[in-house]
């Protein structure tokens, strides 16, 4: 979900001559993956495909099952709040406590699978230290990688570079 909303920002979306020489087909995967129509249905039906076959799974590459952990926290918040921990007749919902479990559960077995994966530490160093730019950090980036095509992103091209170099 982190690189298709990276992907999509406007300063990273507007680069069309850039657009123009990548290669979508996996780009449009994951957004036909990640699509959030009916609820993420795309996903969720990924996500249990990838639950089963991790079940089965002889190696531990494929037992690895990495979740969109926001959506996950939303759906247990739901769940819990959503839901009456006690059914009309006073008795206790078992089903919601259940289904709450379920999905804990689940997130602990994903935890406990060991990465069969070496950290490679220049790419850790890198992630680590990189900057994070500030949306008009990256809107300038992209102005100076493909120049603005017209004149609402010329006049927002030049306040941007008047402001961040003048905080520098």
């Known amino acids: ?17 850039t657009w123009n020489k990548v290669k979508t087909a996996k ?5 036909h993956q990640m699509d959030p129509s009916s609820n993420f249905y795309n996903y969720r039906t990924a996500l249990r495909g990838a639950m ?56 602990m077995t994903w935890k406990q699978v060991e990465c069969p994966f070496e950290k490679d530490r220049k790419i850790l160093q890198y992630l680590l230290t990189a900057p994070v730019f500030t949306e008009d950090a990256l809107y300038l980036a992209s102005y100076e990688s493909e120049g603005p095509e017209n004149n609402t992103e010329k006049d927002r091209c030049k306040s941007l570079r008047s402001t961040l170099l003048s905080r520098v």
């Open 27 to 31: 780009f449009d995967i994951l957004e």
């Open 52 to 107: 089963q076959r991790s079940l089965t799974a002889n190696s531990s590459r494929e037992k690895i099952v990495v979740p969109f952990f926001s959506l996950l926290i939303k759906d247990i918040y739901f769940l819990n709040e959503g839901c009456s921990s006690c059914l009309p007749n006073g008795h206790v919902n078992f089903e919601k406590f259940w289904e709450l479990a379920k999905q804990v559960s689940d997130f």
């Open 1 to 17: 979900m982190a690189i298709i909303s990276g992907m999509n920002m406007s300063p990273v979306s507007r680069l069309r001559k």
